[in-house]
């Protein structure tokens, strides 16, 4: 157990502040903003692993982080950190999160109040499960939070959780409250979790504010989400990677002068440009001036963590969010919405690995839904798998076994075995005057031909998603023609194309004259002159080829 020190619960003005990732790749890129536009902000809240070791090993941005965190200071906002669940964090795995908290610097450490992850396996698309607005899930909130704050050195912030449904007789910032009441945590109020109860319940978007304990709040989130409507009634989604909405502009300006404490407004910008950030934040800038205020002075919380009784009975919130079981007595249509996401989750998770598999398998929400339902999913989740691809791999192993189908057996063998295309070495490099495959480039061979397969497979998701917008309908009927055509494999062998995408893998159809020519190139790059122009530029056209 960490002993409290004093100074550690004195907290620093940090100020206005962009999230971060840590990740060079990403969007908006924290320090290039800074380099252009000096004083646009003041600190980085990166969200990370808890292990500092592996977050050094992982993020591209560290040692940037790492050389200007004096001058730019940092929020360790942590990933993998249940504040819900059936079980509470492993001691090893706070003890590395004080210590990865206290070398960077961060003055409190905050999270969402959720069950992110179990058996070793975060959930798809790190959508939590929020604990039900119940005396039990007090209790539960409670046990986790001050459990955590017994092995960390500096302050937790306790933030309120997004919400699709409304479960249990409290309102949030109620639940909120009492859970700040049990444990003297100080808070962080995320205004776009906020709007989402409040749409859930009904409710204005300034309800429930005037008797929350806003004097204890240090921190205010704000982000992009969706405002989506179905039967009459709206669902916010909480995405990042969407414009602000006016309304939580709107809703910080009347809150900041009824925060006393607040030490600090993070924009929570994943996956805006730079150029586009850059807006949100002067706006931002304008409602929260550099002027620091006096260090805050907090109590430190010495409290033991009571015992954890699971009350709230979290695994029936799980089998409920993916569909096992139906809501009962509840929000129905509330917890209907809550499964279709994470079906939409689990869905693009899925696609990453095996795009043709799952529309094959998986492609109706009913599907899917027995795939989520199924012991496969269910036991990635009790320790008992690697990923959602691995289970997804053995239920179709499953399904095929119950339900024999030459064609998709076809398509799921290959798209097992795809990955492989990687495991040889690289492409050789192409010298000055040659012409060799790209880095990312693979081909492969397989024993029947699939190319009608996959380009049936593109076409037909361009089809649905295109009538979809007009028509406001996913037309899953429409998968039966996919089926057929996986039931009518040409001859083999078959040579294809494969290269990376983002996270996943993507198999393309090239025209035979390209194809002849990026065979040779996988074993050693030719010179310019030997190639056709012709499909030398067809080749460079489709990111195939690389000139030295």
Known sequence: MSLPDATAWTLPWRGLGLSSNLDAADQPHPYRLLAESPGLFDFVEYSAPLSLDETREHASLFPRMWERR???PVLFHPVHLNLYGPELEPVTALEAMDAHA????????????GWWHSGGQPFPGYLYFTPPFTEAG?????????HVQSHLSVPLALENPAAFAKRGELHVLDFMARVHACTGLPLLLDLGHLLSYQLAAGLPLEAGLDGFPLDKVIEIHIAGGVITRRHGRGYYVDDHTQPVREELFGLLESLLPRCPSLRAVTFEGDGHPDEVAVL???RL???VPATPRPPLALTPVTAPAPALTRGSEPWALFETGYGTKPE?????EGARAETDFRLAVVAETLDRDWPISRLLLAGSREDLRAFTASPEFRELFEGQGRSPGHAFASWTRRRLREHPDEGTAAAVTFETFLPNAFMTRPPPA???GQVGLSEDVRVGSFPVDLTELVFAAKALRRHLMG???????????????????ARRPGRGPWSFVVRRRGRGLEVLTVPPAVLELLRPLAKAPRAVEEVPAAVLAEGRALGLLRRG
């Open 467 to 485: 009538r979809a917008w007009a028509c406001e309908v996913l037309d899953v009927s429409g998968l039966e023609s996919l089926a057929q055509v």
């Open 70 to 72: 004096q001058d730019v």
């Open 328 to 332: 009962t007595g509840g929000d129905v």
């Open 285 to 287: 800038r304008a409602l």
């Open 102 to 113: 206290r070398a960077v610097g961060s003055a409190w450490v905050g999270n969402d109040i």
């Open 280 to 282: 949100t934040l002067r």
């Open 138 to 146: 007090v209790r539960d909130s409670v046990a986790h939070a001050l």
């Open 430 to 432: 192409p010298g000055p």
